[in-house]
């Protein structure tokens, strides 16, 4: 099974790894295939630091991706297409989750969120605390 990592998962687990439940832990350490990270995880942080809701280095927030050991996603056409083609949801309109859910089911993967709202996504979403 190939994970593709929420944002906040990813940001938790390099930069507040105590903020990391055990559930998450044993997910990500018990993963028999990929455990993705997406550059849209990555636009998405430069984005909250260029505005200033987050304090954090870029560059090397990408580097200690790279360090983990989780492989990067680039984002394809064919991600686009399928985020085009996803319902749009009255109770959660993130461009960035949007694109991370669509990316995950053009590459098969399970999308790990803390986000309840993006279950109604499908079955490709994996709500975990």
Do not use: N
């Amino acid at each position: 099974m190939t994970l593709l990592l929420d944002t906040h998962v990813v940001f938790r687990w390099l930069v507040e790894p105590a903020r990391v439940s055990d559930a998450v832990r044993s997910l990500i350490a018990s993963a028999p295939d990929a455990v993705l990270v997406s550059h849209v995880s990555l636009c998405e942080l430069a984005v909250k630091r260029t505005t200033g809701k987050l304090r954090l280095d870029v560059a090397r927030f990408a580097e200690q991706v790279t360090a983990t050991g989780f492989e990067w996603l680039p984002i394809s056409r064919e991600h686009i297409l399928a985020c085009d083609a996803l319902a749009t949801r009255p109770d959660h309109r993130d461009p960035f989750d949007r694109l991370l859910v669509a990316q995950a089911d053009v590459e098969r993967a399970r999308f790990v969120t803390a986000d309840h709202a993006l279950a109604a996504y499908g079955e490709r979403v994996m709500v975990v605390a």
